[in-house]
């Protein structure tokens, strides 16, 4: 490390320890604090003044002795720099604080110190570790992008294939620090970047072997949940190509004890979890196991479950591993037996039988299961773990052991055996990743043990410790050779560095009478012990070796003091670990199994015995791992061998590989105990930074020259510090004297060849000089700006002063002439207006007077009426309320007299009465009451006499009474009569008047009630006017605010209308976009298929090409082999031959392109069938020529009855074919009265589209039944004539019935009928010898003298008549035919009548069920049924309309094909009858005109000629002349006139061999020269230009729109060629990615350079200081690429491709995904180089966008999507230019980073990194709002974008306007046998 003193002496200290100067001191907790001087230090000084971060003021006091002053801090622009020897002032505190920022801040885990990678376990899974980030370091410098160990891992494959040296990768670290992962990614790189040679897939073998490896040798601990316990060496072969060919593995010292226990918190290895994980799996269930809680060899630990793991996933994994490598299901079995055995044995219970014996109880259960899974006997087993043989001298005999020897015996055989399993599978995977060829250089991975120190150190401490003395020692020996070959290459005087060397601590434990060699010799001793090993050390190294100590309170350890740590290891262990032995029977116990891997696992055992021959207990004694089976004495030496020998031997093999290597160090850190992620522990960090040497790398560092600088870069740094006049064209000399002037002490810096080397402290100098001299300038800068600002203000406010005053004054004085003008007129107007005033004031109150007078008067005479009428109305109230009182009074008076009354009257009665009561009781009383009443009678008496006599008196009245009665009754009867009369009139008006009284009563009543209703209605008027007016204003109030809220709502409702357009425009939009992402996505996916299909095809190429070399004697001959493609279901055949040699030699060659494996195997089958059916044919044909000759021969009778019984059958077949068509006819009626009776069928009445198509089509069909009807009547007359021609048949013989057959047939068109008929016979299979012609057999037969039996020699008349038979036979098969096809038309009219029935019913169920609906859901519904029914009738009516399209389409083919038939069928009908013409006439001779044939544009050419023309015009055709000289596209042009004119032809098998041709030759030529850019563009323009005219000429109506009546007239006629169509767009589609591969490899190079590292704006970003690993110069050197030579490039594509003709559309196609390359690339870069994060580098990239923009315009390319694709790149350069600390700006950062993903800000964000002290960091806290703004993103977690896309390309038709018929072929093409027609 660097001593304070050091720090100080760069320079004068009182220059650097000023006021504010930072400084690191010293602190328990956080070991080094930071803290910022108050005062200037003076020499002398004891104490320094400082403030901590925290504001505290502190006295640092100096050591009294050393005065070293603390350590100084690195400017902050230095601080997490991607390389701790960039830093100015390399010690402790500085590298502690810089990985702590990089960890915690940005979130790096990767820092390289030197040569050193320094890799902290962050304990969170990162997304940096993808294919896409090996794709960005594979091929990059070390120091050009930021650390990583996929840098460290390209740096050793790039250094293995530059400098043919093996290489070495070392990974080292604490356990739980990533050792495993990192070597694990290591190995993943290799296996990517190199790939395989063979095809094994040895790389995927390579990585399979990881989880193998880490179930087998990992566990978890208490600070790792994946600790590797045992070291491993891997070395990775590669071939002289440096491809992977295979791996070795070498494993060291694996931890056993583990197998038998565990502490707390830890497990065993992952294997026997993973079993116990997967118990229940139908495979394991043999093996008995359950739950690891079960077992004692896996619950000591007490937590078997490792959070985020599940081991049964995990054995899968494993399983599938073993597969991978070879390891086959019995052998993986055999070894899940016994690793279950294991755990069974850990349970077998021993218990004690006495003290000096132990036993097992009997059928002890996990035993019996342990004997069946390892197939040994349960009786030898039980016995030997109890028992031990001794042997003496003279005799051998069997001692019982107590319980904890069989203990002890029983745990080391169960680490014996799964060391050996360990062993096997080792040596298992090894032999499956062994190289199959010759190994040519291999990278060794190195994942080691760390330095280790714990409470209790063991001997497994002891040679971990050992091994990490013996690395540190190479690392310091190595980088002490790299700094003397860096100081001795730039030629600078060289000083011995003092570094720590730890030889003697190696020889300590390795030299001889050392640590390892006394254990070896008490090993062999017969009763050697620790405690006597202990002491031996004690006598041997305490005073001679000051690096070995004694513990002051232990007898039994003792103290090394390695290069990190001192460390106490425990005796206790040593000896019995280092023997590392075994019961010998147990052995033989298992050598005996009946399990053939465990018979494999011991096979190699050999019985030894101890060193002293002697060893108590007959025990074995085992290597750790043996290599092979040697002799019996060497074996026996072999075995001699203690653990720490043979580890003491490996691990210098270990070394002496590494010596062999270039080594490359990763060091991995673990930052915290916790396992908490991205959390930082100081303490822990320092402990293992001087454990892994990172410190010491520092300080070899800091003794030298650390800082290194090259001229350039230094001149571009510190050009600030320099004059004018000091600024030299040479920049040596400039930095030279530039340097004498600022730093005088000369040994600060030393010149070298390229660079200048500067001491410690030296940068950070030159910084705050450069700092201090652009504050001075900033400072300056701000003092002119600022005075200049505000005399500019000043000046503008002066004028602005006196232009205000001047506008105010002459404001001012208009106002006074405008206030005296109205002043005037205001008294004059006050005048006139007080005397109106007053006046008015004067009458209204003489008005008021008397108005006031006269109300009061009134006032007073009603107030005196009043007081009158009162005093009146109160005499006349008092008079009634005083009558009233009195009334009152006397009433009352009244009530009380009587009432007093009756209370006396009440009183005497009671007497009376009781007086009576007594009187009552006596007898006088009686008496009196008879007198009385005697009286009383005698009274009565009297009475009645006096009554009678008036009675009497009377009577006599009466009698009189009534005789003058009845006179005057009679005379009252007349007047009764009248006054009845009267009487009812009375009555009358009495009732009237009753009635008038009742109405009158009414009428008051309802007046009374009218006016109480007048009065209620009254008050309710008044009432309800009150509400309504009230309501009124209510509703006054709510009609306001219903206009309100109706203005509210119109707007809402305007609103969400529009909302609901744009969001409809929007989600159109999207769905648009989706739509085409979609599809894009589709051709993509389809276009990447064909770029596998073509790399298969190329590697199908390489491999028959390998074997046509490898065959010697190639067969002589010529193959031909169909090869079919198809892209639409469709097969195609083509047939090729090429000429390949230019020998002349023709060979033949299988052309099979554009078909896969299952495509090649259907049509391999295909081919076989036809060949079988073309055998089973011509075996057929045989048999059927054989049966006609026999046929010839047969008798005439039999003739002649076949041939009347076919005559008949044939009129019977005539007659039934008359009587279908009528019976057809009929039904055809009926069906169309049917079918317009059924008026309301919907789709199929009458006059809909389907009914009209059925019509025509029946139409159609009865039109042609009424040919084929005239046919048949024209064969009836012949066969007629044919029959009468028969009859003569015994007469004569059989020339003549055949000639008199052919004489009746008098008519030529006749014969020539028939002739037909006989060659369309011939064609098929019965007949297919050549017939006769027909003007020939014309000849014949009209010949004066013709032979018949010459005539028909060769059947020709028997022909004819077979002719005519299988004429008719045809008719026959076409009839029924058509009769079929009318049923199936009829059976389709049906169904479809059917469904328009199923559809009207299902109509009225919609009707009926949308009546049940409510009103608004039966609108809806009725809406959605009418639109799906509209919907599905488009689409019928659409896919209606395609078919009739391609109907009509084909129906105009077939009738050019059928009128060219026709017309040639005319000529040769010509020709047929002229020679019968001019027997008969003569001819008259005409002159016939020749007249000159227009050209047609078409080109033949011979059939022989075809190779010739693909080789001149293909293979041999230089693109450079062609685009410069001719026409574009002129090959594409003349291959599809060759085309034209064989479809003119009709040559199916030209046109097919043509298109093939040029097809396999474009291939070839783009396989030749797939790197030549302009051969890829030629071939591109040419291949797009021949399918456009395929389209433009195929008569498709859709391209021939665009096209000329010549044009038109130049289409296809015979062939469709939509399959070779879509074969060429394939085609196009390769060419298309050669040609964006092919831009790839040339712009990739100019990428980074020229729009990263090179300054396009000259000084705008300065250069940092770097450290050892160099970064590419931004300064434009020589050769360096810059944004000029991209845009140069760029042109000369589009150049190249516009001289080519290449479609405009697809040149902006090319150019977008240039631009995607060039975005992709640089944003890729970026995110990868912290260096690069930085505000004027985000100006530069900005600058050079807009460079590229312009480019764009100039080329009218701005509308191509190109500018979109740099739309991450533009973002991440704004993102480094914004405000980065305000939630304000957070939320401006999400607005406009769209499209830049989360990941991809964060980390542009942390990677952020000041170039000047100006510039500010970006916070942790800002970083954390970013990512909680954002983290509702749903996007993809990739860091990086693929720069391996190609965006769909699509090929738009461009019809051509050139005539082909104007085009002229020349002469430099040699093409001159292709004739113009």
């Avoid at 169909?1122 to 040699?1141: I, K, L, Q, R, V």
């Avoid at 999507?1761 to 957070?1786: S, W, Y």
């Amino acid at each position: 490390m660097e001593k304070g003193h050091d720090s100080s002496t760069s320079m004068a200290a009182s220059e650097l320890y000023t006021k504010f100067a930072r400084v690191w001191i010293p602190d328990a907790d956080e070991v080094w604090k930071s803290a910022e001087l108050t005062k200037n230090y003076k020499h002398g000084d004891s104490t320094l003044h400082l403030t901590l971060e925290d504001g505290m003021d502190i006295e640092h006091k100096l050591d009294d002795k050393t005065k070293n002053l603390p350590h100084l801090r690195n400017p902050d622009i230095l601080v997490g720099e991607n390389d701790l020897t960039a830093l100015s002032y390399l010690h402790e505190p500085a590298v502690l604080h810089n990985l702590k920022v990089r960890f915690t801040d940005s979130k790096l885990i990767y820092t390289y110190c030197g040569i050193v990678l320094v890799a902290i376990n962050p304990y969170e899974n990162l997304p940096i570790y993808g294919s896409d980030i090996i794709n960005a370091y594979s091929g990059q410098n070390m120091g050009d992008m930021d650390p990583h160990i996929f840098a460290v891992a390209e740096e050793a494959y790039k250094q293995m294939a530059r400098d043919e040296r093996n290489q070495s990768i070392i990974v080292s670290g604490e356990s739980g620090a990533g050792k495993t992962v990192s070597a694990k990614y290591a190995m993943r790189y290799f296996a990517t970047v190199s790939g395989a040679a063979t095809e094994a897939n040895v790389e995927e073998k390579v990585l399979a072997s990881n989880p193998i490896m880490e179930a087998i040798g990992n566990a978890k601990t208490t600070r790792n949940d994946n600790s590797s316990r045992f070291g491993k060496y891997i070395e990775i072969g590669f071939d002289k190509r440096y491809r992977i060919i295979g791996a070795n593995m070498r494993t060291y010292l694996l931890e056993k004890s583990r197998v038998v226990f565990q502490a707390d918190e830890e497990r065993n290895y992952h294997i026997f979890y993973q079993l116990c994980a997967s118990s229940h799996l139908p495979e394991f269930k043999n093996l008995k196991l359950g739950s690891a809680d079960v077992f004692h060899c896996t619950n000591q630990g007490r937590n078997p479950v490792i959070d985020g793991v599940d081991d049964a996933k995990e054995m899968c994994t494993t399983q599938h591993a073993f597969s991978l490598l070879g390891i086959n299901e019995l052998n993986q079995k055999g070894l899940f037996q016994v690793l279950a055995a294991i755990l069974h044995l850990g349970n077998v219970e021993i218990k004690d039988r006495d003290s000096d014996s132990s036993i097992i109880p009997p059928n002890n259960r996990h035993l019996t299961v342990f004997c069946e899974l390892m197939g040994v006997t349960y009786q030898d087993m039980s016995h030997w773990l109890c028992h031990k043989k001794l042997k003496t001298a003279q005799e051998t005999y069997i001692k019982p052991i107590p319980r904890l020897q069989a203990s002890n015996a029983r745990d080391a055989l169960a680490k014996h055996i799964y060391a050996k399993v360990f062993n096997w599978i080792v040596d298992h995977v090894n032999k499956s990743l062994r190289a199959t060829v010759k190994q040519h250089s291999f990278i060794g991975v190195l994942d080691i043990y760390g330095f280790e120190t714990f409470e209790i150190n063991s001997f497994e401490q002891f040679c971990i410790n050992y091994a990490n003395e013996k690395l540190q020692q190479q690392f310091n020996m190595h980088v002490f050779k790299l700094e003397q070959e860096e100081y001795l290459k730039e030629q600078i005087p060289w000083t011995l560095i003092d570094f720590y060397d730890n030889q003697p601590c190696i020889n300590l434990i390795e030299a001889k009478m050392g640590v390892l060699d006394l254990l070896d010799e008490e090993c062999k001793m017969p009763k050697g012990s620790d405690d006597s090993w202990a002491q031996k050390l004690y006598n041997t190294h305490l005073k001679t070796c000051s690096l070995f100590e004694k513990p002051r309170m232990s007898n039994k350890a003792f103290i090394i003091q390695h290069f990190a740590d001192k460390v106490q290891y425990q005796c206790d262990g040593f000896l019995e670990k280092n023997k590392d032995t075994v019961n010998e029977e147990q052995i033989n116990v298992l050598k005996a199994s009946k399990l053939d891997l465990l018979v494999e696992l011991f096979q190699d055992e050999e019985k030894v015995t101890s060193p002293t021959g002697t060893a108590p207990g007959g025990r074995t004694r085992l290597s750790v791992k043996p290599k092979q089976i040697r002799s019996a004495g060497a074996s026996s030496k072999e075995h001699k061998k203690t653990v720490g020998c043979q580890f003491r031997n490996s691990l210098a093999m270990l070394m002496e590989t590494l010596n062999a290597t270039t080594p490359h160090y990763v060091r991995c850190i673990k930052p915290n105990d916790l396992k908490f992620p991205f959390t930082f522990d100081p303490k822990r960090a320092v402990q293992q930074l001087r454990a892994c040497g990172v410190l010491e790398t520092i300080r070899i560092s800091a003794a030298g020259f650390p800082s290194r600088w090259t001229y350039q870069e230094f001149f571009s740094r510190y050009r600030v510090l320099m004059k004018q006049k000091d600024v030299l064209s040479d920049r040596r000399l400039t930095c030279r004297n530039v340097l004498e002037k600022l730093v005088q002490d000369q040994d600060k810096y030393q010149f070298g060849k390229t660079k200048i080397f500067f001491r410690a402290g030296q940068v950070a100098y030159l910084e705050k000089l450069r700092a201090d001299k652009l504050r001075k300038a900033c400072v300056r800068i701000q003092k002119t700006i600022r005075c200049w600002l505000v005399r500019k203000k000043y000046l503008r406010k002066k004028h602005a002063a006196i232009t205000i005053q001047r506008y105010t004054r002459g404001h001012q004085a208009r106002c006074l002439v405008k206030y005296m003008r109205q002043t005037l007129a205001a008294i004059t107007i006050q005048k006139f207006q007080r005397m109106c005033v007053q006046r008015k004031l004067y009458l209204q109150k003489q008005a008021a007077a008397l108005v006031m007078q006269t109300i009061l008067r009134a006032y007073m005479a009603r107030q005196k009426y009043q007081g009158l009428l009162r005093n009146h109305k109160a005499v006349f109230i008092q008079k009634h309320v005083r009558g009233w009182l009195a009334r009152q009074r006397y009433k009352r008076s009244l009530r009380a007299i009587v009432y007093l009354q009756c209370c006396i009257r009440r009183m005497k009665a009671k007497k009376e009465l009781k007086k009576l009561k007594i009187e009552a009781r006596s007898v006088e009383h009686f008496k009196k009451l008879n007198v009385g009443m005697e009286n009383k009678i005698m009274q009565l008496q009297r009475k009645l006499d006096e009554q009678a006599k008036d009675n009497r008196v009377t009577s006599e009245r009466l009698s009189c009474l009534e005789t003058s009665h009845a006179v005057e009754s009679d005379k009252l009867k007349v007047e009764v009569s009248k006054l009845k009369g009267i009487e009812e009139e009375a009555k009358n008006n009495a009732n009237r008047v009753t009635s008038l009284l009742e109405e009158l009563e009414r009428l008051r009543k309802e007046l009374t009630t009218t006016q109480k209703e007048k009065k209620t209605i009254e008050d309710w008027a008044t009432k309800y006017r009150d509400e309504m007016e009230k309501m009124v204003a209510d509703l006054k109030q709510q009609n306001g605010l219903l206009k309100t809220e109706k203005d509210d709502l119109n707007r809402m409702i305007k609103e969400q209308s529009q909302q609901m357009t744009e969001k409809m425009t929007r989600a159109l939009a999207e769905e648009t976009q989706q739509l085409e992402s979609d599809l894009n996505e589709e051709r993509s996916r389809y276009q990447n298929l064909l770029t596998e299909h073509l790399r298969l095809e190329e590697r199908y190429d390489d491999l028959k090409e390998e074997i046509t070399l490898s065959v010697s004697v190639p067969k002589p001959g010529h193959r031909r082999t169909d090869s079919t493609h198809s892209s639409n279901g469709s097969e195609c055949t083509y047939n090729s031959e090429f000429a390949e040699s230019e020998e002349s030699s023709r060979h033949g060659e299988d052309v099979t392109r554009g078909m896969d494996t299952s495509l090649t195997l259907k049509l391999q089958k295909r081919v076989t069938e036809l060949e079988q059916e073309k055998s089973s044919l011509r075996n057929e044909l045989e048999n059927k020529e054989e049966q006609f000759q026999r046929a010839r021969v047969r008798d005439d009778e039999e003739h002649k009855k076949s041939r009347g019984a076919e005559l008949e059958y044939e009129s019977l077949k005539r007659q039934e074919l008359d009587s279908e068509n009528k019976k057809l006819k009929h039904d055809l009626t009926a069906m169309r009265q049917s079918l317009l009776g059924n008026a309301g069928a919907g789709a199929g009445a009458p006059g809909s589209p389907p009914y009209k198509v059925l019509m025509d089509q029946l139409n159609s069909s009865c039109e042609e039944l009424e040919v084929r009807k005239e046919e048949v009547l024209i064969l009836r007359s012949q066969l007629v004539s044919q029959k009468e021609a028969m009859q003569h048949k015994e007469t004569m013989t059989e020339p003549v019935h055949y000639a008199e057959d052919v004489h009746k047939m008098k008519d030529s068109g006749a014969i020539t009928q028939a002739y037909l008929g006989l060659k369309e016979t011939n064609r098929s299979q019965r007949f297919l010898h050549k017939p006769l012609e027909a003007n020939e057999l014309l000849n014949r037969l009209r010949s004066p003298t013709a032979d018949f039996h010459r005539l028909n020699e060769d059947g020709e008349l028997w022909l004819v008549y077979e002719g005519l038979k299988e004429t008719n036979r045809l008719l026959e098969g076409q009839m029924q035919q058509q009769r079929r096809s009318y049923d199936n038309e009829v059976e389709v009219l049906r169904g479809e009548l059917q469904s328009v029935k199923e559809e009207n019913n299902r109509q009225q169920q919609l009707l009926a069920q949308n009546l049940q609906l409510p009103p608004e859901a039966r609108i809806e519904a009725s809406l959605q049924h009418e639109i799906t029914r509209l919907t599905n009738e488009n689409l019928d009516l659409m896919e209606q309309l395609e078919k009739q399209d391609k109907t009509i389409r084909k129906l105009k083919k077939q009738l050019k094909v059928f009128s060219k038939k026709i017309g040639e069928m005319g000529a040769g009908h010509v020709e047929t009858i002229s020679p019968g013409q001019m027997v008969e006439e003569t001819v008259r001779p005409v002159n016939i005109p020749r007249r000159e044939k227009d050209f047609q544009g078409m080109l033949e050419y011979k059939k022989e000629d075809e190779l010739k023309l693909v080789k001149n015009l293909i293979l041999e055709l230089k693109p450079r002349g062609v685009a410069v000289n001719l026409i574009p596209g002129l090959p594409a042009y003349i291959l599809f006139m060759c085309l034209r004119h064989a479809d003119y032809v009709n040559d199916d098998q030209k046109v097919r061999t043509l298109l093939t041709s040029t097809i396999n030759s474009i291939k070839k030529i783009l396989k030749k020269r797939g790197d030549d850019f302009e051969t890829v563009s030629f071939w591109l323009s040419n291949t797009c230009r021949f399918l456009h005219c395929l389209k433009q000429y195929s008569g498709d109506e859709s391209f021939m729109k665009h096209n000329t009546p010549k044009q038109n007239d130049h289409c296809l006629s015979n062939f469709d060629l939509a399959e070779y169509r879509q074969v060429l767009s394939d085609l196009a589609i390769q060419i298309y990615q050669q040609l964006i591969k092919c831009m790839e490899n040339i712009l990739q190079p100019m990428i980074v350079s020229g729009m990263l590292e090179h300054e396009t704006i000259q000084g705008v970003s300065g250069v940092k200081p770097t450290g050892l690993r160099k970064r590419t110069s931004s300064i434009a050197d020589e050769g360096t690429y810059t944004l000029e030579s991209i845009l140069r490039q760029l042109s000369a594509f589009h150049s190249t491709m516009c001289q080519h003709g290449t479609d405009p559309e697809l040149i902006k196609q090319v150019v977008k995904q240039q631009f995607y390359i060039i975005g992709a690339v640089t944003l890729n870069n970026l995110l990868l180089r912290k260096d690069m994060c930085s505000w004027s580098k985000g100006m530069q990239i900005r600058y050079n966008v807009s460079q590229l923009e312009e480019w764009l315009r100039d080329k009218s390319l701005m509308l191509c999507g190109a500018k979109e694709t740099l739309e991450p790149l533009i973002q991440a350069a704004q993102l480094l230019q914004v405000k980065k600390k305000t939630d304000e700006d957070a939320e401006a950062i999400c607005s406009m980073c769209n499209s830049l993903s989360t990941s991809q800000i964060v980390k542009v964000l942390n990677l952020y990194t000041p170039v000047n002290e100006f510039e500010e960091r970006v916070s942790v806290t800002f970083i954390r709002t970013i990512q909680t703004r954002l983290r509702d993103r749903c996007e993809t977690p990739q860091l990086l974008m693929d720069t391996k896309i190609i965006y769909p390309v699509t090929f738009p038709f461009n019809p051509s306007s050139l005539a082909l018929e104007t085009i002229q072929i020349p002469g430099s093409l040699n093409l001159a046998f292709l004739t113009r027609v």
